[in-house]
């Protein structure tokens, strides 16, 4: 049972940092490499404030995961001041650049245990810790989507220029999904250094930031149910299929294409897993089959 | 559903038979069966599972008078400290190994020392050197890992000895890579006992992995003139660093540590490395290793890598200490680790108060032509 | 000082094969405006292709060099077919782009690690061409390799032909109408499909040449794409689309590099590239050379 447990409580993890990225990416429409260089950040924070500040026990958790989230998120800030107003290809290399740059410092950082690694985390990521702040999640994603800035997201996301002469703040949109995807990057990885009770930079290279955006794709950008989805699928199933363990990435990069070009609405296919959203895709359903019908009395009548 | 029906009964029976010896012992083995690493992991695997062949042509292990089957039950870490977390939680909770051996990154023993302590299975690592991996931060000794090889520090201590008393070098460079633990503790401990020695180190440069072109800390290396070139890093980066060194012009001795052995080395470094010496486990071309090494080859069609050797000795040490317990209980097979004291392929191995062997002999091997041979041995107490 | 001058001839040496691997991405970059992250693989296939036809086809040097050339080519070209070209008849959102050619390299990489294998290899230095097995060239206490001479020669022979092919031939100016605007020179009578492919070929056999040259000079391996993003960024330096600015972006960003980690440190080597980055974007986004004019939408 330890091992299922061990499973779902790194679903619950990534879920948090997917569940951000997939506001900046499936939403806003921005391409981030670097978002594993805010886990690190949310990450060492955490740890620092867990482990050397000596705050007492039930009060160290919450104070370092929002540490590490605060930390990220005005990290991000930085970031984003000098980057957004850029084009999406610069803005992509910065986030690339940044990634590896916060990777090359903490590798330096002796305090932390550099390239070393830092041991012997306290273990305080529990089962029930990461369930709460899932759901927690999830409702402030959900409601951020929902709401005036979520729309105005998609805007940007759809077509910037009108947007823009529509009246948002194509900036301030994209600031806020930034700061946003950044904050709940360093919540997941507060959490990832408390569970496996060891930190190293190398676990938030690269590779860990294309992780992330492949699960928000298969998911299927712009969906939240999607990007649940594709976190749970991408984390259990390399568990389920060992033996295929070196094509994973291979079908990865596959399925990545693929669905890009055949089926960007990923698993999901844009559809809520909500009331409203199936409801939503009835009617759709509905409609289409009413205007078909209509269409053929239409022709059989012109006959 | 009745295949696990049957499972269960059994399981029930053999708990309920209580301490009697089960027919068949489950050992586990983690390590990168893929990633950048795979080449030492696959090594490892394919021995394991060699020797548990062999085992159980023979009937299996003597367990307190009767005869045990030994299955190797195996995951891949990936090279990854997540996935290494990830999968030994799997041997302890969902094969019920009752030891493991593996681990030969120090980056993937670490962070699992804090599981197999609490769930009380020991672990043997392979190759991991890192003295963190038995002793933790606070210092205290990890109960439940072990190691079959010796650690940066004692190999850094004998690199220095070879360096200065028995090349009678006095100036030497350093070329690490800056974000390995293994390259930068090594030089570390090299550089210490290399000063004490009445040594100096003229140039420590460095470069971070994946690096390809080490030209420009190899130009400072040359400035400063040094006697002997100290090279504590896996055989890939050795092979490029010394071709670019020669192409510099710097013609001077390589000095290395137990990254460099590999079928590849040579291959890949050319003529580069000749007269080139380094520090490894043991004499993969000697009399010890040579049962272990053909019927590698005859098996796998392939040359046992360093890996194979020590994660030989590993599970020779578990196994010794299965026998001597008596009985295939964990914690009775890791009190039975601390009292290790046996002769493997690599040496004497004798484990002592930090759970790692005392005064094993490190063997100092020269490059000539397409070989790698012997020039002697050296061990010191800790 | 002759630490010095080593020290510029080493960053010249990466800086030539750094310009090699920019030149394609600009080239990609003019025409398509996204910036095609399967360049590096491709960039990989060609050292492969390279290496495999000397070693186990046995053919002499020139002609696993064509081979080699052609091959990528090929590739990128079908890699554009595939997964670029059905983005773009549905007029997708530049982010898919990015995407698709993330998953492309992706793809490609691990293609070639779960088959071949992550060991690296390196080209046996009898098969390769006379004049290039000897010592190195030594001048004093200055050091050059025969192969980075080469590859230096060989960069700027290639940039120099890619050059006067683009400012002085009829396809050439087709390419640089297409890459100003696609619509307009269709409406010309420009075929932007015709230019597009042969775009991809050419900067497919870039990455042939680079690749094999790269592989030449260090060792032939599956994560080479990786080593591509120092070429980008080189792009991005000297200013994405312009070629002569890949190749100034290039040059200057090897020498920083080599200087830094020469002189100051090389465990912030890398870092300091990424600050210059940083520091071009905010500045001057265009890059060294680039276009003035950004289309923001």
């Known amino acids: 049972m330890e091992y299922i447990q061990g499973i779902a409580v790194l679903i619950g993890i990534n879920l948090i940092a997917v569940l951000g990225l997939s506001i900046l990416t499936g939403f806003t429409g921005l391409f981030s490499f670097g978002h594993g260089g805010f886990m690190a950040i949310g990450a060492y924070v955490a740890a620092i404030v867990s482990s050397r500040l000596g705050l007492p026990g039930p009060l160290a958790f919450p104070a370092a995961i929002l540490a590490g989230a605060l930390a990220a998120g005005v990290t991000s800030v930085f970031i984003g001041k000098l980057t957004l107003n850029l084009k999406g290809d610069y803005f992509c290399i910065a986030t690339m650049g940044f990634g590896e740059a916060i990777r090359v410092i903490l590798n330096n950082i002796d305090y932390v245990g550099g390239a070393r690694g830092w041991a012997n985390l306290p273990q305080l990521t529990t089962w029930w810790v990461v369930l709460v702040l899932d759901v927690v999640c999830v409702v402030l994603v959900w409601n951020l989507i929902n709401s005036r800035h979520g729309r105005n997201m998609v805007a940007v996301r759809e077509e910037e220029l009108a947007a823009q002469m529509a009246g948002v703040n194509v900036f301030r949109s994209k600031m806020t999904a930034l700061v946003v995807s950044a904050a709940l990057a360093g919540v997941a990885g507060a959490l990832l250094g408390n569970y496996i009770q060891f930190l190293r930079p190398t676990m938030f290279n690269m590779a860990k930031s294309t992780d992330l955006t492949i699960m928000v794709i298969f998911g299927g950008l712009g969906s939240i149910s999607g990007s649940i989805a594709g976190t749970i699928l991408l984390v259990s199933l390399p568990e389920v299929f060992r033996n295929f363990a070196q094509w994973r990435l291979v079908i990865y990069g596959l399925a990545v294409i693929v669905i890009m070009v055949g089926r960007p609405q990923g698993l999901m296919g844009g559809v809520e897993l909500t009331p409203s959203g199936i409801r939503k895709l009835l009617a759709a359903r509905r409609a289409r089959a009413r205007l078909e019908a209509e269409l053929k009395a239409a022709e059989q009548g012109g006959n | 559903m009745r295949k696990s029906l049957c499972s269960m009964l059994v399981a029930a029976m053999a708990l309920s038979l209580g301490a009697q010896t089960p027919a068949t012992v489950k050992i586990g083995w983690f390590g990168p069966e893929t990633g950048d690493s795979a080449l030492w992991g696959q090594a490892e695997l394919n021995t394991v599972k060699m020797m548990a062949n062999d085992y159980n042509a023979k009937g299996g292990i003597t367990v307190g008078g009767k005869k045990v089957k030994v299955e190797i039950v195996a995951y891949d870490d990936k090279g990854d400290s997540v996935e290494a977390v990830n999968v030994v939680k799997r041997l302890i909770s969902q094969d019920k190994v009752v030891a493991i051996v593996g681990a030969q990154g120090s980056g993937e023993a670490i962070p699992v020392a804090p599981i197999v302590n609490d769930a009380k299975i020991p672990l043997v690592a392979s190759t991991a050197t890192n003295p963190k991996v038995t002793v933790s931060d606070s210092g205290a000794v990890n109960s439940y890992v072990f190691r079959a090889c010796f650690t940066d520090p004692y190999q850094g201590k004998v690199a220095a000895y070879f360096a200065s008393q028995k090349l009678g070098k006095k100036k030497a460079a350093i070329l690490m890579t800056i974000d390995d633990p293994y390259s930068t503790g090594l030089s570390q401990y090299f550089k210490e006992n290399f000063e004490k020695a009445g040594g100096k180190v003229v140039s420590e440069v460095s470069y971070t992995s994946g690096e390809k072109d080490f030209r420009a800390p190899l130009t400072k290396i040359k400035a400063a003139n040094p006697d002997v070139v100290f090279i504590p890093a896996y055989y890939n980066d050795v092979a490029l660093a010394s071709k670019q060194a020669r192409d510099l012009g710097i013609k001077q001795l390589l000095l290395g540590g137990d990254g460099w052995p590999s079928d590849n080395l040579i291959s890949l470094a050319g003529k580069s490395l000749e007269g080139c010496l380094f520090i490894n486990h043991l004499d993969m071309d000697g009399a010890a290793a040579k049962p272990m090494r053909d019927e590698y080859k005859a098996k796998y069609n392939k040359n046992a890598e360093l890996n194979s050797y020590m994660v030989h000795d590993a599970l020779l040490m578990v196994v010794d200490a299965i026998q001597r317990a008596g009985t295939v209980n964990s914690v009775a097979i890791q009190k039975a680790l601390t009292t290790c004291n046996l002769q493997g392929i690599t040496g004497h191995i004798k484990i002592g108060a930090n759970h790692d062997p005392v005064g094993k002999e490190a063997w100092l091997i020269k490059i000539v032509g397409p070989d790698m041979k012997f020039q002697e041995k050296f061990a010191t107490a800790n | ?297």
Not at chain 3, 73 to 99: N, Q
């Open chain 3, 1 to 297: 000082m002759d630490q010095f001058l080593q020290q510029l001839v080493n960053g010249l040496s990466i800086g030539s094969i750094y310009a090699l691997m920019a030149v394609g991405y600009s080239l990609v970059y003019s025409i398509m405006n996204f910036s095609n992250f399967a360049h590096g693989s491709v960039i990989m296939l060609g050292a492969y292709f390279g290496f495999y036809s000397l070693t186990a086809l046995g053919v002499p040097f020139s002609a696993a060099f064509g081979i080699a050339i052609f091959g990528t080519a090929a590739i990128a070209v079908i890699i554009e077919r595939l997964a670029y070209k059905p983005l773009r008849d549905r007029r997708a959102p530049f982010l898919y782009f990015i995407i698709t050619a993330m998953g492309a390299s992706i793809f490609i990489d691990n293609s070639v690690i779960a088959t071949i294998g992550p060991t690296p290899k390196t080209f046996p230095p009898d098969l390769l061409p006379a004049f290039l097995q000897g010592a190195p060239l030594e001048w004093g206490a200055l050091s050059v390799g025969r192969i980075d001479l080469t590859i230096f020669v060989v960069a700027a022979i290639c940039l120099a032909v890619l050059m006067v092919f683009i400012d002085f031939t009829k396809l050439g100016k087709a390419i640089q109408a297409t890459a100003y605007n696609m619509k307009a020179s269709a409406l010309m009578g420009i075929n932007p499909d015709f230019v597009i492919i042969l775009v991809f070929a050419i900067g497919g056999g870039l990455a042939g040449v680079a690749g094999v040259l790269y592989g030449m000079k260090y060792q032939v391996f599956p994560q080479m794409s990786a080593i591509t993003l120092k070429s980008f960024i080189a792009a991005v330096f000297g200013g994405l689309g312009s070629l002569p600015g890949a190749l100034l972006g290039s040059l200057l960003l090897a020498l920083i590099e080599t200087f830094v980690s020469g002189y100051l440190s090389t465990q912030y080597r890398d870092l300091f590239a990424f600050i210059i980055l940083i520091a071009m974007l905010v500045v001057r986004p265009s890059g060294i050379m680039g276009k003035d004019a950004e289309d923001k939408a």
